[in-house]
């Protein structure tokens, strides 16, 4: 299993890219292989004006046509996600996310914005033609405990990541015996 985790905040550190961190030592452990990425890997010329050639943006799509899921962390940015994350999806090829199950991640400030990955982010992966988005898992800021060093999260947080966990697991397998050959990146063989 290969999974590409995209954290999705100008910030680095930040608090939902603790999420991703949280959940890439889970990923390890079950022996996935992770691919890591955050905004900073792109140079911010190629984001805001648009460079299709930039060799960031081309190895991470290559990246992403090789994986099983994507899981992607944002903040909440004006009750939406973050508009730099949305200047690297505009820069995906229409098709990145076929096949591919995907599970959001956001941190915000309230509550109140709970819903922003629902309204705002979901209908962008679908556009992408994601294969299943999962239901996401929404953290306020009271619920990342510490992000500067090394990530403590709340055991409610972690239990809900856990679940979450879960549930994009069960769906990569499910994506595996429903399709494998069309599912199957090439080179890479069945476990
Ligand atoms: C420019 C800006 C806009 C924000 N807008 C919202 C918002 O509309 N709703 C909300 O709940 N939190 C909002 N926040 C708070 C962040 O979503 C929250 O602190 C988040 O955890 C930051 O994540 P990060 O550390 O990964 O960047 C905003 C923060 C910033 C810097």
Redesign the pocket.
């Known amino acids: 299993m290969r999974v590409v985790t995209l954290a999705g ?3 680095f550190p ?4 603790a999420l991703l961190e949280y959940v890439r030592e889970r990923l390890n452990a079950q022996e996935v292989e992770v691919c890591h990425w955050h905004l900073q890997n792109f140079a911010p010329e190629d984001l805001i004006y648009a460079r299709f050639d930039s060799p960031a943006l081309q190895t991470f799509i290559e990246q992403l046509k090789e994986s099983d899921g994507l899981i992607v ?1 944002t ?5 939406a996600y ?1 508009g730099a994350l949305k200047a690297l999806l505009d820069l995906l090829p229409e098709r990145a996310l076929e096949g591919k199950v995907v599970l959001p991640l956001a ?4 509550v ?2 709970m819903l ?1 990955v629902d309204y705002a982010l979901k209908p962008v992966l679908s556009a992408l033609k994601a294969q299943e988005i999962l239901y996401g898992v929404f953290a ?2 009271t619920q ?1 405990l510490d ?1 500067q060093h090394k990530p403590s999260l709340t055991p409610n947080l972690q239990m809900r990541l856990d679940n979450a966990l879960e549930t994009f697991w069960q769906a990569l397998h499910r994506r595996e015996i429903q399709a494998p050959d069309f599912h199957r990146p090439q080179g890479i063989a069945h476990a």
């Open positions: 905040s100008p910030r930040s608090r939902s890219s962390a903040p909440v940015y004006k009750a973050a941190t915000g400030g309230t109140a914005h922003a306020d800021d990342v992000y």
